[in-house]
């Protein structure tokens, strides 16, 4: 029972895992029509041990399309020739996947312009009326 590392405090069985090999689309020659290479990963997000709510409500934002609505990520993979290649993209994709979802995002702290910032806006839009008013009709004089 190999495990998984995703971050420092979070890793995936293997044993959860499920692979599927499909026949792929796509070029391969002859290869395509016999032997299946496309793989189709399968990871129940419910057997991650201790999920806060947080980590599972950004993995469900994170996985979009790819989950469904029990839970399980579903990555298909197929831009390689060989099977063993996709098969390890699809478990890249996966890991990847699962390590953005456990990032916290910092809380945006608001800030308001500097007073120098507020000058310049300032500034420039008086320049740009000067320009525009100057293209006026000219003053009878």
């Known amino acids: 029972m190999a495990r998984i590392p995703i971050t420092a405090s979070l890793s995936i069985d293997e044993d959860d895992l499920t692979f599927r090999f499909v026949l792929a689309s796509g070029p391969g020659g002859q290869n395509v029509n016999k032997v299946s290479t496309a793989v189709e990963l399968r990871f ?3 057997k991650l041990e201790e999920p806060s709510s947080g980590f599972l409500r950004r993995l469900q934002t994170e996985a979009g ?23 390890e993209e699809a478990l890249a994709r996966l890991v990847a996947l699962l390590a953005k979802a456990a990032e916290v995002q910092r809380k945006r702290r608001p800030t308001r312009p500097t007073l120098g910032s507020q000058k310049r806006r300032l500034d420039g839009k008086a320049l740009r009326s000067g320009v525009k008013r100057m293209r006026g009709k000219p003053l009878d004089g």
């Open 44 to 46: 129940d997000s419910t």
């Open 65 to 87: 399309q790819r989950m469904t609505q029990d839970g399980v990520i579903v990555i298909f993979a197929q831009t390689h020739r060989s099977q063993i290649r996709n098969k």
